[in-house]
């Protein structure tokens, strides 16, 4: 399966701390994916990093991508309460536009 | 226009009802999704339409039935659903500027299924 994996499951740290989440997968990727998503709304996408891309920031977000282990972490810097959600790494194979999500971790960051 | 819309937000639904979820979008994407989701689990992909035709169908029981009318409207036909159906059902579209590589996908906020 291609399916990534997310460690860890949940995470809990106080506002101003930062937070890390890891992705593994199985497969070669064309992109890996990361998406949030808010309790029982609609995913929202926060960054996208190619293959051949070792590392990615956005604002208060760091992306890097490990293809020779097949993993991928996200680094959310200066956590605020607004950031708690649930955040999944999303992989994509070449030659198609189909997406696979892992499992997900439920991120609780503490005023 | 940056926004994917679903109606309705929350349906419950008999056994033996006929409904059917909407999912519009007015940002020139040509690919559209339907995806399942459980309470505490990831998205799961169901069907793809890339230019108005059906791309992939991951195996989906026929009491779900997608169409997709025109490029920014696609329907999820629902008929005799069982209550395990339950679920949070989202469309999703991208752009597919690179049919080689999978997109950055835009969701809609969901419609909340219960099947009783």
């Known amino acids: 399966s291609q399916q990534g994996e997310e460690d860890p499951q949940a995470l809990s740290i106080q506002e101003g701390e930062n937070a890390t989440m890891n992705c593994s997968y199985k497969?070669?990727?064309?992109?890996l994916q990361w998406y949030r998503q808010n309790s029982g709304r609609g995913l929202v996408h926060l960054i996208l990093?190619?293959?051949?891309?070792r590392e990615k920031h956005s604002g208060r977000l760091r992306v890097t991508l490990d293809t020779s282990k097949k993993s991928s972490s996200l680094l959310i810097t200066a956590s605020r309460a607004a950031d708690t959600a649930s955040y999944f790494c999303?992989?994509?194979?070449?030659?198609?536009?189909?997406?696979?999500f892992g499992a997900g971790t439920r991120l609780f960051v503490k005023a | 226009d940056t926004e994917v819309t679903q109606t309705p937000k929350h349906l419950v639904m008999g056994m033996t009802n006929k409904k059917s979820l909407k999912c519009e979008q007015h940002?020139?994407?040509?690919?559209m999704y339907w995806y399942k989701q459980k309470a505490k689990k990831p998205p799961e992909l169901m069907f793809v339409?890339?230019?108005?035709?059906?791309?992939i169908n991951e195996s989906v029981p026929s009491r779900f039935s997608p169409e997709c009318p025109n490029s920014s409207l696609l329907n999820l036909h629902l008929h005799a659903l069982q209550p395990e159906d339950s679920a949070l059902y989202l469309c999703?579209?991208?752009?597919?500027?690179?049919?080689?590589?999978?997109?950055?996908?835009?969701f809609g906020p969901g419609t909340r299924l219960t099947v009783l």
């Open positions: 940002m020139g994407h040509r690919a």
């Open positions: 999303a992989t994509g194979r070449s030659g198609g536009f189909k997406t696979i």
């Open positions: 999703a579209s991208s752009l597919l500027s690179r049919p080689e590589a999978p997109d950055t996908q835009y």
């Open positions: 339409y890339s230019y108005e035709k059906l791309s």
């Open positions: 990093i190619r293959s051949n891309e």
């Open positions: 497969t070669s990727i064309n992109n």
